[in-house]
């Protein structure tokens, strides 16, 4: 590992434990380099670097120092402020001013690792924020915590909503151990919702679509969490070639789980491929579709994707963009540069990391249907077009104890249906 020859990078130990840590990541979360994912990434290097820097014993470790990052690189000095994340502007809480929500630096991820760093600072240190009150838990609890939460609970595609969830069940998971009790694991969801870890920077940055109306939870009738193959999958091309295929070779960016569908922008050409389910389900009434995915686009329409409909065995397909009920197409694609879905209604841009959807298929009832996914491409220029992670299952909506939820399989093409008396409560 080479890295910092012009400074003394080498010599700040926090920094030389921010790149060690980069391959833990690598080996266990996998976090991708990529928006949320890729802040997340960044900042989990930041804490361990730190954590590092203030109990080996070395380098220069006075208070006024504390939770510096890279005080110790030679002709620079700090580079961030872990407590103070806005002194180097970068944001302390989702909706502060810093966040940056443009794709440069791969979405961000070296400025919006600042909302963790400071609730590791809280977690740690305690303290009042954003009317939020910490009693700070020390290094050693916090620690374990964010080992839990890196080693087990998160995946490639993970943001901070995840993260919001991950830490206070990784507190959870370790109370009893390393003197942890529940009244930490208060102060450890207190430290997430002072810097808003659970929502969003701008109104619709990445979304998610509830699965199941409010007070059920889905039971499967049918599903596929693409962890066993891509078997239920048919990919292929109306123009050009097809640029699905199972997995990315970038590298795993899933939503949850180890694997996804994946359709690549590269290269440039005139292209209308797509991922097509090769069964049919027969929808009963109150159905639902439900999907996870993230797509990265040529800005700022001239690529994008659409999802369409078959109650013929394939035959024919239909637009499904009127049937959406949550996080719908948010543009239409360029009438120009030969792009095969050019004026129509579709995904396009940057989704900003993963976010889900929800078709209310209702009006499907009776009939037997499967789905497709299409992505099309003009002719010139490319850009990350972005991995589409599927699961396909029709569950009954059910009532049920309430849990909190955390990813931990694959998804998502969901197939839902709901019971409609069914009772109880549950947030999905």
């Known amino acids: 590992m080479v890295y910092g020859d012009k400074y003394g990078y ?48 070395r380098g220069y470790d006075d208070p006024g120092v504390r939770w510096l990052l890279g005080e110790d690189i030679s002709g620079i000095g700090a580079i961030r402020n872990m407590q103070n994340p806005p002194a180097f502007s970068d944001p302390d809480k989702i909706t502060s001013l810093y966040y940056y929500t443009g794709a440069s630096d791969n979405g961000g991820v070296h400025t919006n690792s600042g909302v963790n760093n400071k609730t590791a600072c809280l977690m740690t240190d305690g303290g009042t924020f954003n009317g939020q009150t910490i009693t700070g838990l020390g290094i050693t609890k916090v620690a374990k915590i964010y080992y839990e939460v890196q080693t087990n609970l998160l995946t490639s595609g993970s943001d901070y909503a995840d993260l919001y969830n991950a830490l206070y069940q990784g507190c959870l998971n370790l109370i009893g151990t390393f003197g942890i009790s529940s009244s930490d694991c208060q102060q450890v969801r207190n430290a997430t919702i002072a810097v808003e870890m659970n929502q969003q920077p701008v109104s619709g940055y990445n979304p998610d679509a509830p699965v199941c109306p409010v007070g059920q939870i889905p039971v499967n009738l049918f599903f596929d969490n693409m962890e066993s193959g891509s078997g239920n999958w048919i990919f292929g091309a109306l123009t050009g070639t097809s640029r699905w295929q199972y997995d990315s070779p970038y590298g795993s960016y899933t939503y949850s789980g180890l694997h996804s569908l994946y359709a690549d922008d590269y290269p440039a050409a005139t292209t209308n491929s797509y991922a097509a389910m090769n069964i049919s389900v027969i929808l009963p009434a109150d159905a639902y579709l439900h999907f996870a995915h993230a797509y990265g686009f040529e800005d700022p329409n001239y690529d994008g994707g659409v999802l369409e409909y078959s109650t013929n065995g394939g035959t024919s397909w239909n637009d499904a963009g009127t049937l959406f009920d949550y996080n719908g197409y948010d543009g239409t694609v360029f009438s120009g540069y030969g792009n095969p879905l050019a004026g129509r209604s579709a995904f396009i841009g940057d989704s900003h990391g993963y976010i889900s959807s929800r078709l209310n298929i209702n009006s499907l009832a009776g009939q037997s249907v499967r789905f497709r996914w299409r992505m099309g491409l003009d002719s010139s220029v490319y850009d990350w077009a972005g991995g589409l992670t599927m699961c396909g299952y029709i569950p009954v909506c059910l009532a049920q104890i309430p849990f909190t939820e955390i990813r931990t399989a694959t998804v998502m093409a969901i197939l839902l249906i709901q019971l409609k008396h069914a009772h109880s409560l549950l947030g999905m």
């Open 10 to 57: 080498a010599l700040a130990d926090d920094v030389v434990g921010h790149e060690l840590t980069h391959g833990v990541t690598e080996y266990e979360s996998n976090l991708f380099y990529y928006y949320q994912s890729g802040a997340i990434n960044e900042s989990f290097s930041d804490v361990w670097g730190e954590f590092v820097d203030l109990t080996n014993g």
